[in-house]
């Protein structure tokens, strides 16, 4: 069975950087596209940073610049590097895979919270 386990979040200050990682439980290769989404408090999840197998990112406008999504294959692991972090990227954040037969993973999340 496919796990994904965030590890990383917590709490800093306005400006600060954190690391979130995402271990699977197999190997990254099996998924077509990995992403991380999060989701604040009222608010509907919504998507941060994607990457696909062929390593192509895409970003939120609100995180360009500041946030960057990589990948570890021998590790199965994704990382999303976070810098200049502000009280909006306050969030529960989930780490997600996608597998070209159509099935997808959610990890539990881990909470960033920012403090102004």
């Known amino acids: 069975q496919v796990q994904l386990v965030e590890s990383g979040g917590g709490l800093v200050q306005a400006g600060g950087s954190l690391r979130l990682s995402c271990a699977a439980s197999?190997?990254?290769?099996?998924?077509?596209?990995m992403a991380w989404y999060r989701q604040a408090p009222g608010k509907q999840r919504e998507l941060v940073a994607g990457?696909?197998?062929?390593?192509?990112?895409n970003y939120a406008d609100s995180v360009k610049g500041r946030f960057t999504i990589s990948r570890d294959n021998a590790k199965k692991t994704v990382y999303l590097q976070m810098n200049s972090l502000r009280p909006e990227d306050t969030a529960v954040y989930y780490c997600?895979?996608?597998?070209?037969?159509?099935?997808?993973?959610w990890g539990q999340g881990t909470q960033v919270t920012v403090s102004s």
């Open positions: 990457i696909t197998r062929a390593g192509n990112t």
């Open positions: 997600y895979a996608f597998e070209v037969a159509g099935r997808n993973y």
């Open positions: 197999v190997s990254i290769f099996s998924f077509d596209f």
